[in-house]
């Protein structure tokens, strides 16, 4: 049965951007999504921009790292047109929940296995089919939420969370390095607050905002 939501315009229309703020910022869902795509920020940079140092501290070739690199970015392009297709069919916010999960299970198994290259081309490999699928899940949970008009902004400063989670990523994890001498506790903060991610995309309300219409003049 197709919903009816001919009404859903003519409010959006009368809805100003300022409304549009606090309307979301009301939301308990918003913030959540928020919150988790910090973390997918905070995974993403931190492996984009240590990786090559980390295969180093492995006694492996950086070039090896920049490889892996490279299949990130190729699987990335199968992972968010998959990832953007199945949000089309099921519920965006528990796809989240489980892409999330399903990084930080990939994390612990690359860091618990023992390093070889065709270990990091498989990591590079699977961490780059979950890389970006956050983002078109992310935005769809926020039309699906407070619909289209202010999608763009919206989306914005949830993407504003997720570059603050890129800046601490990439700063934390050069800061433990240098006061620990290796990687290990970023990784294991990294799988931690996967999980935390996962948890907090799970309660999200993701039902459609109903909003009063004005009464029509005569």
Known sequence: MVEDRSAQPSSQSRQSVPDALREAGSHRGYWLLCLAYTVCGFQV?????HFPAYMVDQHMSPEVGMRALALIGLFNVLGSYTWGWLG?????????????????AAITVFILTPVSPQSVYVFGAVIGFLWLGTVPLTSG???????VKYLSTLTGIAFLFHQVGSFLGIGLAGYLFDTTGSYTVMWILTIAMGIVAGILNYP?????????TAPATA
């Not at 089309?88 to 930080?104: A, E, P, Q, V």
């Not at 949970?141 to 619909?147: L, S």
């Open 204 to 212: 999200i309300d993701d039902r459609q905002i109903e909003r009063q």
């Open 141 to 147: 949970v926020i039309a699906q939420i407070f619909g």
């Open 45 to 49: 940079m931190f492996i984009s921009i």
């Open 88 to 104: 089309g069919r099921h519920t965006k916010k528990y796809l989240l929940s489980i892409l999330y999960l399903t990084r930080s």
